[in-house]
């Protein structure tokens, strides 16, 4: 069996799911939450090969994958990963910690997600939020922005509006949606723009925070919803601003 280069995947795991997930929080050092805490998320690829074998394990116990054969050994069942070509139960002692790992990696991308798997050349994002407080309206240059609201909306639909490297004076700014409706699956392409949003998110905070903007709240969700029968699949980019939700639909 040829295993998974996993030199090409990385797992992204973000604060919030690290704060809602018992096996993360007792599983990850302080340090790392932290970490998650100040950026927002953290990368498989920054454990130890120790710290990925127990999340591995733990994760794949969760799912029923590891369970007790008839001897009560703990054991991986090979029946839920198509990929190993074995439906025998495999005591985990004669797996090792790179191999189980593999395994872990190998499932995210191939069966389900238990941790979102990205490609390590797309998982990097930069981006910059070209609009000031007060920019015009998208519809009139003549009027100025002066509803806070309508602006964080205004900045979000801008950037998921614009391909990237479209601008030729901000090259870094814009969406890489096309590519990654080309080149990855359902699920990564969610989770791509859920980064990018992440990172509009994060320069629009530090914007309101310098210019003393504190009265409001937001966040963006990207959930993906695919119509199997139709073959359809819609992005809807979801923005609660104080507990009020807005929603820009990508199809």
Known sequence: MALIN???????????????NS?????LPLTVIAKAKEVGYVYFDDFDNNLKYKIALQMFRNSGII????QGIESLDHSKLPFTDRI???PIDEIDEITMIDYFFRYN???????????????QISIQV???????LPNDINLLETNVEEFIITVYRRYISTPYGSIIFMPWYGTKIKEYLHDLSVYQVEEMLQAEMDGVTYLLKNYFILNNILDLDFYVEVKAEENIEYGIVKYRIIITINNTQY?????
Do not use: A, H, R
Request: aromatic share 10%.
């Open 6 to 20: 996993i030199q090409d995947y990385n797992i992204k795991i973000t604060y919030s799911e690290i704060t809602t």
């Open 23 to 27: 096996t993360l929080v007792n599983l």
């Open 67 to 70: 369970k007790l054969n008839n």
């Open 88 to 90: 025998d139960l495999q």
């Open 109 to 123: 991308i191939e069966v389900d997600n238990i941790l979102v798997t990205v490609y390590k050349t797309e998982y």
């Open 130 to 136: 070209p609009s000031v407080f007060m920019d015009t």
């Open 247 to 251: 929603t820009i639909t990508v199809q």
